[in-house]
């Protein structure tokens, strides 16, 4: 079975340009999760999409902004891009079960690196 | 306010040496504690799922276990091929489906 796929592997941009990183989760899965991995900071929590909703977002600033697709694919994109962008954004999916804690499986990642 | 800490940092083990690594956690309300394992610039490789207090899970060298305030990897006889980090997260209730992960041990596990 196929897992998370991700792209690009990586992706370089200057600042103020935009970047656009995709994600197709697993068979079955509805829910799709982004987290940005800064170098040196943990993982932090970007958006929630479920069922082409924005369910949820993290403390980051609007310029932080996707979408999901009707076949639960995900798009995530960032506007005006900042030096401090440059991390690895991490996508995840799951059954989309919100009865009990489910387990969220990863992608390989887009390395963004802004110049 | 949620928060997951991991202890240590960093550890360095000899082949075969077993360990412990340690995740506390302050949560309002646990739905899921889960381990995963991150390689150097590669995404989190699910481990375990843990959900209430007094929970264990096994996969060849590892043994998860949690109690209501932290869980424990431990780490059985380890080979170098187990050298990683090792990354602990929570779900808290509420609805959201976020996990909040800690900074993680980086294990390095020497011939």
């Known amino acids: 079975e196929a897992g998370v796929t991700q792209s690009p592997t990586h992706l370089i941009k200057t600042r103020g340009q935009q970047a656009t990183l995709r994600c197709s989760p697993i068979s079955g899965h509805t829910s799709v999760y982004w987290y940005q991995q800064a170098l040196g900071l943990g993982l932090q929590f970007l958006l929630w999409y479920d069922e082409g909703e924005e369910r949820n977002r993290g403390n980051f600033p609007p310029r932080f902004s996707g979408r999901q697709f009707p076949n639960y694919s995900s798009e995530l994109n960032v506007n005006a891009l900042e030096l401090e962008d440059s991390a690895l954004y991490l996508c995840?999916?799951?059954?989309?079960?919100?009865?009990?804690?489910?387990?969220?499986?990863f992608g390989p990642g887009t390395r963004l690196l802004v110049l | 306010e949620d928060q997951v800490t991991q202890s240590p940092e960093a550890l360095r083990l000899q082949e075969g040496e077993s360990s412990s690594l340690n995740c506390s956690y302050t949560?309002?309300?646990?739905?899921?504690l889960f381990w995963y394992r991150q390689d150097p610039g590669k995404g989190p490789e699910f481990l375990f799922t843990l959900y209430s207090a007094g929970e264990e899970k096994e996969k060849e060298r590892l043994k998860a276990t949690l109690t209501k305030k932290e869980s424990f990897l431990h780490i059985t006889a380890p080979k170098p091929e187990d050298s990683a980090t090792y990354l602990c997260?929570?779900?808290?209730?509420?609805?959201?489906?976020?996990?909040?992960f800690g900074a993680g041990t980086r294990l390095a596990v020497h011939p």
């Open positions: 997260a929570v779900q808290a209730s509420g609805g959201y489906n976020k996990l909040i």
């Open positions: 995840a999916s799951s059954l989309g079960d919100v009865t009990e804690g489910e387990t969220q499986y």
């Open positions: 949560v309002s309300g646990l739905r899921g």
